[in-house]
């Protein structure tokens, strides 16, 4: 089965940036949708940004205007480009990729922003 490796995540300032990397152990052909999903020390895991199925973006309030969600190929679907992070934006990053008959997660990527 398809596996999802997440990469680019580390430390970085405040006001920063960080790109994140969504990789597969082989390539994925039919992608209903996918996006990133994130989850801070103590909270549950939430939506950072995602494409639906007709094409469309969704980004979460908190990251409107400083994240966005590309499309890549069929080895690296998708990619997170994060600017003006804060420290609330810490947390890991998680990739996730809607196939037919089944939901892919990635092990997950630590985003840690210091003030």
């Known amino acids: 089965q398809v596996q999802l490796v997440e990469s680019g995540g580390g430390l970085v300032q405040a006001g920063g940036s960080l790109r994140l990397s969504c990789t597969a152990s082989?390539?994925?052909?039919?992608?209903?949708?996918m996006g990133w999903y994130r989850q801070a020390p103590g909270k549950e895991r939430e939506l950072v940004a995602r494409f639906t199925r007709d094409g469309r973006t969704n980004y979460a309030d908190p990251v409107k205007g400083r994240f966005t969600i590309s499309r890549g190929s069929a080895k690296n679907p998708v990619y997170l480009q994060m600017n003006s992070l804060k420290p609330e934006d810490t947390a890991v990053y998680y990739c996730n990729v809607l196939v037919p008959g089944r939901e892919i997660w990635g092990q997950g990527t630590l985003v840690t922003v210091s003030s």
């Open positions: 082989r390539s994925i052909i039919i992608i209903n949708s």
